[in-house]
């Protein structure tokens, strides 16, 4: 089991992934209470995660792992099925998190960004057809599923590009970061930028970090996947 995740830790990762964050909120089970519901796959403050979206996600993440070559197995899943709920739970609490900053994304927003995907267009132009047929027969998704999935991201990139402008660093401490890491201080100049768009990123998320720890802190998350599962 552990040399299964290990040989294919990156592909599970980038299969699960649903939000920027990554590995940065670890220790969301510490906030995670126990609970009861027959529609929701967990609660986050007093908004519910349809239990309906956890399995079509879960459903996803094993279809896309399957064609590139992956046996899952039972425990595997298991595994997989509780990442892709502390995915859910992260990307919920981001979007009351921005919302309770006073972002939001307009109907206008997500629009142009879906015509202005190539994928959805033919000859340049957006086509009606051609968006709905690629979301079903990629995503299994409708429109609105997807319209929504859409908004929640583009919410959590602005509450991320909000993070990222209250990330300041001072060239000092792009020198001693580059220099921790192992590398020489002759390639400093040409590395710095790179260094400095590194550093700036770390210290995003250790903000974005401290905002959804202030967040749970007030805002009680209950998981109820276990008496789901025990249920079926």
């Known amino acids: 089991m552990i040399s299964f995740f290990n040989k294919h830790k990156r592909v599970i990762f980038i299969a ?55 046996d899952i197995q039972d425990e595997a899943q298991k595994h997989i099925e509780n990442q892709v709920l ?24 997500v629009a142009a960004e879906i015509q202005n995907t190539p994928a959805f267009q033919k000859d340049g132009v957006f086509n009606d057809y051609i968006y709905k047929q690629m979301l079903w027969r990629q995503l299994k998704l409708r429109p609105a599923e997807y319209e929504a999935e859409r908004r929640r991201m583009r919410l959590a990139a602005k509450f991320r590009q909000l993070a990222m402008s209250a990330a300041k660093v001072t060239p000092g401490e792009v020198k001693d970061f580059y220099l921790a890491s192992g590398k020489k201080e002759k390639d400093f100049a040409k590395d710095q930028r790179e260094a400095t768009k590194e550093l700036l990123q770390m210290k995003a998320a250790g903000i974005l970090e401290g905002y959804l720890k202030q967040f749970l802190a007030t805002h009680e998350v209950k998981n109820f996947l276990e008496e789901r599962q025990k249920g079926a």
């Open 86 to 109: 502390q995915e859910l739970i992260v990307a919920e609490a981001l979007e009351q998190c921005a919302q309770e900053f006073g972002l939001r994304v307009t109907d206008l927003e």
């Open 16 to 70: 699960t992934t649903a939000t920027f964050l990554g590995g940065v909120f670890v220790g969301l089970g510490a906030y995670v209470g126990r609970g009861q519901s027959y529609d929701k796959v967990a609660m986050v403050g007093d908004k519910g995660i349809p239990y309906a979206r956890f399995v079509d996600n879960v459903n996803r993440t094993l279809s896309m792992l399957r064609d590139k070559g992956l």
